[in-house]
């Protein structure tokens, strides 16, 4: 599904792409009373151009140089879903105490190890887990995350003091760690996410599948 998500990477790479070593952001104050620094995309980004086309993403994910495009007769866009790592990690760390309950309840060992970016796990554990999930979600509103760019840390050094002369010199502060552009979550993102899981893992268990990937 060619959603937000696929929208932020190609975001980022186009950042990465053009040199920008900054972003221009506008300060915007929530209901909460925290402040957001929300990028300022240039004007001629406008939906066109945020990702992919379908046609390209297919050519991508299924052809080489040398044979050139193939056609996946069995591939379903309905059943194509994109996720960012953060994403994916938020949606899974949502469903970790359920899928450890579902996989104790019917004797199937459940490793989750988020440092990997990929989880591989029973199909009738993950369908269960989304199931109790969603039903303890009923009539809650997940609220909406506004895109905003997370502020770097800031590395300060002490004063210096030279004993003969008696000079200080003072310390330094200077930004460390990388700009990390957040593309922010519509309202009831994480419960929309997993019921589109749970639908492509109750149609993959009919195929047969026994094990459920996001990775």
Known sequence: MYNQDHKLLTERYQLINEGMDFWPTRAEKQPNGQVYYVPVFPPEWTDEFHGASREEMDKWMYS?????????????????????NTNAITIVRALEPYLHHHGKTTGQNVKINHEDYSYNIPVDVFIGACKTYLQGTVGVDEPAIPSHIEPRHIRKTADVIDFKTGIKTPGTSEPVGPMMIHGGRDENYIKTRVMQLLRIAEEGKQMGAEKFSIG
């Open 64 to 84: 080489d140089e040398e044979a050139g495009p193939k056609k996946n007769i069995k591939y379903r866009p309905d059943l194509n879903m994109h996720l960012s």
